[in-house]
């Protein structure tokens, strides 16, 4: 008898826990709300404790090559559906989970109490962004796809508004086509390889005749469709900054994984089926995700120039971030992705930071006052000059002024936060690997212009925007903040530093992270050998 | 106490039967399952049936009653199915007719409606509320008269036969 | 076909029959829909169908899984039971529907001639 | 003619019906003019899908079959039934 | 069959295009419905077609190449129930904001001419 | 190209000092930043401080920086990537630490008295105390990204500071510019770095320094040079980046005079300074580097000239000395490279003295307009002398700094070209009389008549306010006179650090005899004196409003023009590169789908044809019925919402069909059961969709786009269509490969005990799927209920359907109870309710015996709720929920934790979630019985369906109870008037 050691179950627990809360919460009244908050508080820290477990598990600590493997049901890998932890794996847990507590944290005030079922529907969006995270098979990953989207379609209308349901119409109904293709993409790949195992699939799609190889690569471009039009690339995510824009401030920090969980995907298939080892599909359409990837970053970057209020910014700012990442997953190479993965890091803590922000800044000035203050800035230019005197700033004002401040150096890259790092780290690696002719592609050159002209094209964005709330604002009276307001964004704010900080550790996992994604025969060995427990005879009688 | 936990013996019967035609089995596994079920739901259904559950009294009218049918069925059908194939539409006379009734228990209406429907040519609409009169159509109408009649003696004064008889009884017992 | 094969010929004919005659009723009350004048006649196309086309069908189902089972099938029963319980039901509602909507289509029309506004209807 | 083909020749000749019977409940369907008329074929289409089950049942040899037509019997009238109420009242669930 | 199978699903799906890209909210909804349908049994269709041979093995002794292939078909069914709970969400969205907004085009407001 | 090469950090020796240097100010910073807001006297006392602390820790220093030692720290950052916290400094780091530092200083000590006490200073302190550690940091580092990370992050600091008023738009403006176009040069320069790193193989300024024959013969050289000069020349206000200085002038004075003269405009010349070794010794730097540094010395001088703002003409003047010492760089001889530096710091001392004099001006007569001030050397006379001490160093008078190094200057310029070529000398008198004209106006205002009545009457500023201007004016005065003793070591550590092996033989004297550069300064002298005369006297100076030639370019309008048609631009590019709408967006995805594929992938590879021998006309038959709904539901779904429905349900009979009749009962079931939910849920919803009617005018209306549209989606319908069915087509009349299938078919009997496959998949292969699957119908129900809370009807639907209204229809008088208990549905009720328990029954039947045969807890979840669903729809939603409690949120949170906590039963033998296991119960009559745990599974996923189908149903129906309780009480309200024959 081969019980499974009870580590092992760590692996199912982000999902299950999630989901547990979520059905426990369900009956509960609505007017219970400390009730509520409690359970899903509790549940999220345990969460976070857990995916900090596995993170270190993942390092070595428990799996020694790094990978951890969970049957569920039991069944052996190509047939049942496996779970798999890496140390990407990990580290996107405890990303999630730290954004979410953050966000659980901001919602205690106002927004769990603005419509029914909140922590609910929240802890049922960390299921499925868990699952989506965890999960080695396509078909699973749908379901997950689809709980996690199902979820965030019920957050986005929370609060309900004429602006939220306009913008939710949009979401939903790009995401309900957005799931055909993504179904459509997996049974094609199914219909060409036999499998839904993802490492399975890495394994086979060498051995595929002509016919098998055509209809799979129709397969994954057609799924990698779904995952970039969640992930947002351009010309599939003009969805993004209206919804962002109008969903309730914890809701969009949320949203800011989300859009990571589609890039996340497209990094999982593509480095698992399109590795070296994919045979006549090695390498296949990583230049398609490169000019995408530019495209979208190009894209977001005139956004955000063009945008005037924060929420709106913020979406550009994610569609900037996908952008750039996508690109990064296309240039594809071990130390780049290293740094894709740390400026995911960074950008998502921030983004999601100053999606909190946003709902706070805009207590001090609220959107509509933003249209007159840009007429103020474009026309008044031979303002009389005042009192040289300088005006007081009140304690909450100086502390959103300063979490503004770091969120726009991490989003646009500027120095001394982790966006910065997070771009250097790129340029570095991208100039550090050479082709074998020893030059640089223009395609390599092109996109590190991009990226910097991104960078330049926020900082002026958000300067406009920062000078507008902050410095432009005349007479107002300092926002009343709670604490519970302030503290997630102060957290998120100082991982930001701490990852600034600490690169090296954190760069020092992210290269173990790549060098183990690129072993593809590794995952084989483990995923498709990982022995399933004796089970108990149970057909005796028959 | 019979009466709350077994409402209808019929019912509970006809769903057993059910459960038995439907797993084709006679096991005795199958016969628990089945009465249990057959006690179960009636029970559990008894909130939303306020009319209660149907009494016959006259097993040996009904039998009849749905022989005649029957027959009275598959003529009708290929009636209506001559006029389908061979006649012009427009030479079919399609007519409303009222036809007051006398019955009054629930599932005898329901019988009547049943029989009546089954039979091809002829659509019930309604009980017209205020005169207790049923509203009919018939496909090909020769003679309204000739199908009044026959609705009220073939159909309907069975059907009061079999289902208000031991009502009427009842409530004579009870006054 | 391998079982059909096996099929005793008492069984075959009565089977081959039913099935013939129930598909022919069961089309002629689809004609029977398409072709006649009017709603209220339409109405009629179908209860043949439903009446005598299923019942030949069914008994022909029985009869056939009885003969090829060597047992009694006859669960088709339950279907002859329920479609008689569920057809009139339809038939009622979708005839009353359609008395009522032509009424009230008529009382629009009167309005309307004598000059107070009619809304539309959905159609 | 064996008995088995006979058999068959009648299943196929059943299906044609049922199938024919189809398309001009479809033809219905689609020309209306009245709403009655289109759920009065639809109803007409389910029960010919019921038929149709039946048949396959009859020329596969296979009880399979069974069940969907037991369905369609006991439940397929209940988006008619839904269909008409909200033609005559406006609304399925008052 | 599977030149009727792969038009069926063509069909479905340009009916299903032609809609979803049309501007009323209903048209939308009928489009994702008949897309969801094309899509069904196009997954469906992934495990090859077969003809009386249901995926239930009655006995352990099978040649499991007799048998339809079974995991399209479970996918079919969870993606046919989660089509279902997405369609209503949808037709809920729908109703909402055309109470919200009184419009029913599908951008929440009538497009300016 | 060399690979990156890791150097190893200096063992940390002894305390961190040169850490301490920079990290000192940024800690003092916060420490600032946290007091309150009326510390003036603590906030300076403690920036004193720190510049006390920076300059004692660089005087101890010294002795190393004179041996040539050059001093390394440093710890681990990102080693992987080649970077370092790396400090280093040498003699030229040095010299510009003290430079800093001391500035810093004197600043400090007169923001003391310049800063209103009303002023909230910690912020001001905080800030300036950033920016000291941020330009130590510049000038401290010993890796170029790190350096760059500094640099940003004076620029950030200064913005910082320029915007201190930020209640004025002019200081919002000017910070808004100055970031803009420092930032920017900050990533050119980033760029450059690491195109530079990327040449060199590290960004260790040590090794880059020595790496110069390598750089300077790369083919990327250009591009860095290029790169690099962008972020120095914008840094230091070199035109035509020049624009912003002027109006970083909204800064504070101790600002401008600290940041915009001293030390952060100098960060772009030390830059070009440091990299000298690297980069210089080529035509490009030549050209690069002295062409715009000619440019600006010319511009700004002459703009100088026209300025009415004290600080305005005081930036010009810095924007053209710093033109003069970029020259310099640019001509790139090692002499030229000494007068740079020493300009550099000449620059420093008079500049910020200067600057000082025009805040105390400012503060004390309340203007800086030249027009209003005059004869100030009566109210401030030791302000004025001090004053002119120091302009006449600018103007470049013998006996003071500005003067030596101009001369030094001027004999560079005679060696550009050789001796024929002039222009460059010319160039440099013309910039000399130039800056003799504004020197003399800035001067000006000492003398003469007041213009009129100040904003106030002008005292001598406190003792301390002016101590800061008088020892820099005195250090150009020394300097001036005995440059070798006092300046001459500095000036030596200096050049020898930045030069190196290149040091030359210099000579710091006074008077070098009579030569043609000191020629040059005299012509420089008097015609700048004659320039001022005539531009005064004749040309009205007073009262041009704008710098005569000049005038067009206005690099600030051109700043803000782009900006806004920056912002235009992009929201055009947004306009047309992205869409709001959603069709729109539809479209594309549809685009995207058909293209994408055929531009990744390409043609097919060639397959074998099908043979029709399997083609069943029957088969062929029923789908000419669903492709016909399909079409006919595509068409009717505008105007005729109820037909498109019933045309979908058309479609769904046929796929139901087409499931069953291809091998899949539970997919038949299935279909059917949600085909009439759906239907019935659409017709819920449909009642508060107001009727759409088509009117012909809209249909003629349509115009010619609307059609043309509408091909191009027609197009594409037809093409996503065709490409879909040549997909499935292509899949099917291929084999399938090997597919993980029969693994189902060979273990579901007998590993997942149930004969079903399909169930068995469901309940225990991949019941993790069904998990998922029952979450998000819970999900969606929530969803469903929480907006239907909060939903509000459209007007021209909130009201009582039509058809409720008729008179002549009885039922319209009665409740829905009465309608079911005597009303129309008086008769289809009785059957309505009799087939409840039997539809109970069935559900039952289809859930127990799901694991063998068709059915399962999904089918039978529905019909369950279809069941209760008919009720509903005969009695009303009131009736029924008077009868039965119904709670759905319990169905749904029991189901879902019924699946769940049965999959997490198997940890309790030590296998994974949902491992199912069997229970054999023996029983007396009925024998043996397999329970499996899966039927568990199942039962929750029943009861999730169950709550799912009747929290949504039941939600929408309650709308409609809504509609009536409303209609209810306008009809109470309007009882009176509607009594007698109401219109109901
Ligand atoms: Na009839
Ligand atoms: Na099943």
Redesign the interface.
């Known amino acids: 008898m081969n019980a499974l050691p009870f580590l092992q179950h760590f692996i199912v627990l982000p999902i299950l826990l999630p989901l547990l809360a979520g059905a426990l919460l369900i009956p509960v009244k609505q007017s219970r709300y400390t009730l509520k908050f409690a359970l899903s508080v509790t549940n999220t820290v345990l969460l976070w404790l857990l995916a900090a477990a596995l993170l270190v598990m993942a390092d070595g600590g428990y799996w020694p090559d790094g990978i951890g493997v969970y049957l569920a049901a039991n069944w052996p890998a190509p047939f049942g559906i496996a779970l798999l932890v890496d140390r990407l794996t990990a580290l996107m847990l405890l990303l999630t989970a730290t954004i979410a507590l953050a966000v659980l944290v901001f919602s205690a005030k106002r927004w769990d109490r603005v419509g029914i079922q909140f922590h609910t529907l929240f802890q049922f969006l960390l299921m499925g962004l868990n699952g989506a995270f965890l999960t080695n098979d396509l ?1 699973n990953l749908f ?1 997950f796809f ?1 709980v996690m989207l ?1 979820a965030s ?1 019920g957050l986005v ?1 929370h609060g ?3 602006q939220r ?2 913008a ?3 979401y ?2 790009i995401n ?2 957005a ?2 293709l993504f ?2 993409g ?3 790949i ?2 060409a390889s036999g499998t ?1 195992n993802l490492t399975d699939l890495g394994m086979r799609v060498a051995l595929l005749g002509t016919e098998d190889t055509w209809l799979l690569a129709i397969g994954v471009t057609t799924l990698g469709l779904a995952f970039l039009t969640k992930g947002a690339m351009w010309p599939l995510g003009f969805w993004l900054p209206g919804t962002y824009a109008s969903a309730s401030a914890p809701v969009a920090a949320m949203l800011v994984l989300m859009t990571k969980v589609g890039v996340y995907a497209v990094l999982r298939v593509w480095m698992t089926v399109f590795g070296d080892g994919a045979g006549a599909l090695a390498g296949f359409g990583f230049t398609a995700l490169t000019i995408g990837g530019m495209a979208t970053l190009f894209f977001g970057a005139v956004g955000m120039l063009a945008s005037q209020d924060g929420g709106r910014m913020a979406g550009y700012g994610a569609i900037i971030s996908s952008g750039t990442l996508l690109a990064v997953i296309g240039l594809a190479g071990g130390p780049v992705l290293a740094s894709g993965l740390y400026y995911l890091l960074g950008s998502t803590l921030a983004m999601a930071a100053f999606m909190l922000l946003v709902e706070l800044t805009d207590r001090i000035r609220p959107p509509g006052a933003a249209l007159i203050a840009i007429t103020m800035e474009a026309f008044a230019i031979e303002d009389k000059p005042e009192d040289p005197v300088g005006q007081g700033i009140p304690g909450t004002l100086a502390f959103l002024g300063l979490s503004f401040a770091a969120c726009a150096l991490v989003i646009s890259g500027m120095p001394p936060l982790s966006g910065f790092v997070a771009k250097f780290s790129l340029f570095h690696a991208l100039l550090d690997i050479l082709p074998t002719d020893g030059r640089i592609p223009g395609l390599t050159w092109g996109f590190i212009a991009l990226v910097i002209v991104g960078g330049l094209a926020a900082i002026i964005a958000l300067m406009r925007l920062g000078v507008r709330i902050f410095w432009a604002s005349g007479d107002i009276a300092p926002p009343r903040l709670q604490f519970t307001e302030a503290a997630p964004i102060t957290a998120l704010v100082t991982f930001c530093v701490l990852l600034t900080v600490q690169a090296g550790p954190v760069f020092d996992y992210l290269d173990r992270t790549v060098a183990g994604l690129t072993q593809t025969s590794t995952y084989g060995e483990r995923v498709l050998q990982e022995p399933a427990v004796t089970r108990m005879p149970r057909q005796e009688a028959e | 106490m019979m009466k709350r936990w077994l409402p209808s013996p019929l019912l509970s019967l006809c769903l057993l039967l059910m459960w038995l035609l439907l797993n084709q089995t006679i096991e005795p596994a199958h016969l628990l399952l089945g009465a249990v079920l057959g006690i179960v739901a009636p029970v559990l259904a008894r909130p939303l049936q306020p009319q209660g559950y149907p009494r016959i009294s006259r097993p040996f009218v009904l039998f009849r009653l749905l022989w005649l049918s029957l027959i009275e069925i598959v003529r009708s059908c290929f009636n209506v199915s001559r006029i389908i194939l061979f006649r012009r539409t427009e030479g079919v006379n399609s007519q409303f007719i009222h036809i007051p009734l006398d019955l009054r228990d629930p599932y005898g209406l329901a019988l009547l409606s049943c029989l009546i429907n089954s039979t091809p040519g002829t659509v019930w609409v309604e009980i017209v509320p205020e005169t207790h009169e049923l509203l009919l159509h018939v496909f090909d109408l020769h003679d309204e008269q000739w199908w009044i009649d026959t609705i009220k003696s073939h159909y309907e004064q069975p059907i009061i036969e079999v289902f208000e008889q031991p009502r009427h009884s009842e409530r004579e017992k009870t006054t | 076909m391998s079982i059909a094969e096996t099929l005793p010929v008492w069984a075959a004919l009565p089977v081959a029959f039913l099935l013939v005659l129930g598909g022919l009723i069961s089309l002629i009350g689809a004609l029977g829909l398409l072709r006649l004048g009017n709603f209220y006649q339409r109405i009629h196309g179908p209860a043949i169908t439903v009446t005598l086309g299923a019942g030949c069908i069914l008994i022909a189902s029985m009869i056939y899984f009885t003969a090829t089972q060597s047992r009694l099938v006859i669960h088709e029963l339950l279907i002859s039971v329920f479609v008689l319980m569920t057809a009139p039901v339809v038939a009622m509602m979708i005839m009353r529907a359609a008395v009522y909507r032509d009424l009230r289509k008529e009382h629009l029309a009167d309005e309307e001639k004598t000059g107070t506004d009619g809304a539309a209807t959905d159609a | 003619m064996t008995t088995a083909s006979l058999l068959s020749a009648a299943i196929v000749f059943a299906l044609v019906c049922v199938v024919l019977a189809m398309i001009l409940c479809t033809l219905r369907l689609l020309i209306g003019p009245s709403a009655q008329d289109r759920v009065l074929a639809l109803d007409t289409l389910w029960m010919c899908a019921m038929l149709l089950a039946l048949m396959l049942g009859i020329r ?1 040899g ?1 009880q ?1 079959y069974f069940e969907a037509a037991l369905m369609i019997a006991l439940l397929g009238f209940v988006s008619t039934v839904a269909l008409a109420k909200f033609l005559m009242r406006g609304e399925v669930i008052e | ?60 002794d ?1 040649d ?2 007799q ?16 089509g ?19 419009s ?1 085009h ?4 009538e ?1 300016r001419e | 190209m060399v690979s990156f090469v890791v150097v190893p950090l200096p063992d940390s020796h002894g305390p961190m000092l040169l850490a301490s240097l920079v990290f000192v100010p940024f800690i003092a910073s916060l420490i600032a930043a946290s007091m309150p807001q009326d510390a003036r006297n603590r906030e300076s006392w403690l920036a004193a401080g720190v510049a006390v602390y920076g300059l004692i820790v660089a005087i101890l220093l010294y002795p190393e920086m004179s041996e040539g030692t050059v001093l390394r720290e440093g710890f681990d950052w990102l080693p992987a990537q080649g970077l370092y916290f790396l400090l280093r400094m040498d003699g030229l780091a040095w010299v510009f630490t003290l430079l800093v530092l001391v500035i810093g200083l004197l600043v400090v000590l007169y923001a003391r008295y310049y800063m209103s006490p009303n002023d909230p200073v910690p912020r001001f302190f905080s800030f300036l105390l950033a920016f000291m550690g941020s330009m130590l940091g510049v000038v401290l580092s010993g890796n170029l990204v790190q350096l760059v990370v500094f640099w940003e992050l004076t620029s950030l600091t200064s913005f910082l500071l320029i915007g201190y008023w930020h209640h004025r738009a002019d200081a919002r403006r000017g910070a808004r510019m100055a970031f803009t176009v420092t930032a920017t040069g900050g990533l050119c320069l980033l760029a450059g770095v690491l195109v530079l790193g990327h040449i060199v193989g590290s960004y260790d300024l040590d090794i880059v320094l020595a790496a110069g024959e390598l750089i300077r013969s790369d083919d990327l050289y250009l591009t860095a040079l290029l790169l690099i000069a962008l972020g120095a020349l914008t840094k230091s206000a070199q035109f035509p980046f020049h624009f912003w200085l002027p109006h970083a002038m909204a800064a504070p004075t101790p600002v401008s005079s600290y940041l915009h003269s001293a030390t952060m405009v100098k960060a772009g010349v030390f830059l070009l300074v440091r990299l000298w070794p690297a980069l210089s010794g080529t035509p490009e730097w030549t050209w690069i580097i002295g062409g715009a540094g000619v440019g600006t010395l010319l511009i700004g001088a002459f703009i100088a000239i026209f300025q009415h703002d004290l600080k305005g003409l005081l930036a010009y003047s810095t924007i053209s000395h710093l033109g003069l010492i970029t020259v310099l760089i640019g001509i790139g001889t090692p002499l030229a490279m000494v007068a740079a530096i020493f300009h550099i710091l000449n620059h420093a001392t008079f500049k910020a003295s200067l600057f000082m004099a025009a805040g105390i001006i400012d503060h004390e007569t309340g203007t800086r307009d030249l027009r209003l001030l005059g004869g100030l050397r009566h109210k401030l006379p030791i302000t004025a002398t001090l004053a002119i001490v120091a302009s006449a160093a600018m103007a470049g008078v013998p006996l003071l700094n500005g003067f030596l190094s101009k001369e030094m200057f001027f004999a560079e310029t005679l060696q550009v070209g050789g001796d024929r070529n002039w222009w460059m000398s010319v160039a440099a008198v013309a910039m000399g009389m130039f800056s003799v004209a504004y020197s003399l106006r800035f001067i000006s205002i000492f003398f003469g008549k007041p213009a009129g009545e100040l904003p106030r009457d002008p005292h001598e500023p406190p003792r301390w306010m002016r101590f800061p201007v008088e020892l820099l004016a005195f250090t150009c005065l020394v300097v001036g006179v005995a440059p070798a003793i006092s300046i001459g070591p500095v000036l030596d550590l200096a050049v020898a650090a930045s030069l190196r092996e290149h040091t030359p033989d210099y000579n710091l004297a006074t008077w070098h005899g009579w030569n043609l550069p000191l020629l040059m300064s005299i012509v420089a002298l008097f015609g700048g004196i004659a320039l001022y005369s005539v531009l005064r006297w004749r040309f009205n100076l007073r009262e041009r409003t704008r710098a005569p030639l000049l005038s067009h370019f206005n690099g600030a309008q051109a700043y803000e023009t782009s900006m806004q048609s920056l912002t235009r631009a992009a929201e055009w590019l947004v306009r047309h590169l992205g869409t ?4 729109k967006q ?2 594309l995805l ?1 685009l995207m789908l058909l293209t994408v594929p055929l531009l990744l992938v390409g043609q097919p590879p060639d397959w074998t044809v ?1 043979p ?1 021998e ?3 006309p029957l ?2 038959g029923i ?1 000419l019925i ?2 016909a709904c ?2 006919a ?2 068409w009717m ?2 105007y005729h ?1 109820l037909t ?2 019933v045309l ?1 349900g058309g ?2 009979i046929i ?1 139901a069909a ?2 069953l ?7 038949a079931l ?2 059917l059961m ?1 085909e009439t ?2 239907t019935v ?2 017709l819920l ?2 009642r ?3 009727p ?1 009617i088509e009117s012909a005018e809209i249909q003629a209306a349509a115009s010619r786009r609307d059609w043309t549209r509408r091909a191009l ?2 197009m ?3 093409a ?10 292509a ?3 291929h ?2 490969s090997d ?4 693994f ?3 273990n ?3 590993g997942g005990g149930g ?4 169930n068995v ?2 309940v225990d ?2 019941a993790f ?2 998990m998922g ?1 029952i979450t ?2 819970a ?3 929530l ?2 209920y929480a ?2 809370r ?6 021209d ?1 909130a009201e009582v359907p039509q058809q409720q209204l008729h008179a002549f229809d009885p039922a319209s008088r009665q409740t829905p109870s009465e309608q079911a208990d005597s009303g129309y549905l008086f008769v289809p009720g009785i059957y309505l309710r009799t087939l409840l328990p039997f539809m109970g029954v069935i559900a039952a039947y289809f859930f127990m015996r799901g694991h ?3 059915g399962g807890g ?1 089918v039978a979840g529905l019909i369950f709720a279809v069941a209760i669903l008919v009720q509903y729809m005969l009695a009303g939603a009131t009736w029924v929920e008077a009868h039965i409690t119904l709670r759905p949120h319990r169905w749904l949170g029991l189901g879902l934790l019924l699946a769940g906590l049965t999959g997490l039963g198997s940890w309790a033998f030590g296998h994974p979630f949902l491992t199912s296991h069997t229970a054999h119960l023996h029983l007396p009559v009925l024998g043996e019985l397999h329970v499996p745990s899966a039927f568990v599974f199942d039962l929750g996923v029943f009861a999730v369906v169950v709550g ?1 189908t009747m929290l ?1 149903l039941v939600a ?1 129906a309650h709308q409609s109870l809504r509609a009536h309780k409303k209609a209810g009480e306008q009809a109470a309200d309007a009882a009176v008037p509607a009594a007698n024959g109401g219109a109901l």
């Open positions: 078909f379901v689809e199902a379609y209308l309900y508004n004429l349901i306009r939710g119409m949009q939903i109904a309900l086509v799931s055909f179904l459509i997996v049974a094609l199914y219909a839904l | 596969h296979s399979i | 069959m599977e030149i009727v199978i792969a038009l069926a699903v063509g069909v479905m799906f340009g009916s299903g295009i032609w809609l979803i890209l049309r501007p009323r909210t209903f048209q939308l909804i009928t489009g994702l419905l008949l897309m969801s349908y094309a899509v069904n049994i196009f997954i469906f269709a992934m495990g090859r077609l077969s003809v009386d041979r249901p995926p239930i093995t009655l006995s352990p099978i499991p190449s048998f339809a292939d079974p995991l399209p078909q479970a996918l079919v069914l969870t993606a046919i129930v989660i279902f709970a997405t369609t209503a969400l949808y037709l809920v969205i729908m109703i909402g904001a055309r109470g919200l907004t009184g029913d599908v951008d929440g407001k497009p | 709001s709408k959603l069709q539809l479209l549809m099908l029709l399997g083609f069943d088969f062929a789908w669903g492709g399909a079409i539901a595509a779904a505008k919402r498109a429905l979908v479609t769904g796929t087409t499931f009749w291809l091998s899949a009962p539970d997919l299935t279909q949600v939910v759906t849920l659409l919803g449909l508060w969709l107001p759409r989606h027609m594409l319908a037809v996503g269509g065709l490409a879909m069915a040549v997909l499935t087509y899949v099917l009349v084999p399938a597919t993980i299938a029969d189902f078919v060979l579901a009997l007998s004969s079903n496959v399909v998949l469901l292969f991949r799927d069904t699957e998000v119908l999900i969606v129900a969803t469903v907006l239907l909060r939903f509000r009807p459209a007007p639907s063998n045969l068709p999904f799912t949504m929408l």
